[in-house]
Nanobody, 123 residues
Framework: QVQVAESGGGLVQSGGSLRLSCVYS????????IAWYRQPPGKERDLIVV????????EYADSVKDRFTGSRDSAKNTAYLEMNSLKPEDTALYYC????????????????WGQGTQVTVSS
């Protein structure tokens, strides 16, 4: 089992920045990837950033590319989502999902989810 907890959400004005944290613990040898999702009010949950815990590299959805940056600190078992130039449409509940992804890019199971952290961007 892996426990996951997000933090760092809040209320910010348009154009502002926030940094979300995702702390993972437990059987962390069973995971190698952190995926960030967000769910705006009344909408589906969307994948926005995927960070490799091995290389530290990240991939981004077009909606957040060049504004958001994924990273990890292995010593702290923490992944980060740095969000800049925030827009009202970034308002959502943000989740991290800790999971194992094979070398072929296949997810193994559903992974482990946190409870989410709310980000609200005012115009």
């Amino acid at each position: 089992q892996v426990q996951v907890a997000e933090s760092g959400g809040g209320l910010v004005q348009s154009g502002g920045s926030l940094r979300l944290s995702c702390v993972y613990s437990g059987n962390i040898e069973s995971i190698n990837t952190i995926a960030w999702y967000r769910q705006p009010p009344g909408k589906e949950r969307d994948l926005i950033v995927v960070t490799s815990l091995g290389s530290g590299g990240s991939e981004y959805a077009d909606s957040v590319k060049d504004r958001f940056t994924g990273s990890r600190d292995s010593a702290k078992n923490t992944a980060y989502l740095e969000m800049n130039s925030l827009k009202p449409e970034d308002t959502a509940l943000y989740y991290c999902n800790a999971l194992k992804v094979t070398t072929n890019g296949i997810s193994v199971g559903d992974g482990y989810w946190g409870q989410g952290t709310q980000v609200t961007v005012s115009s």
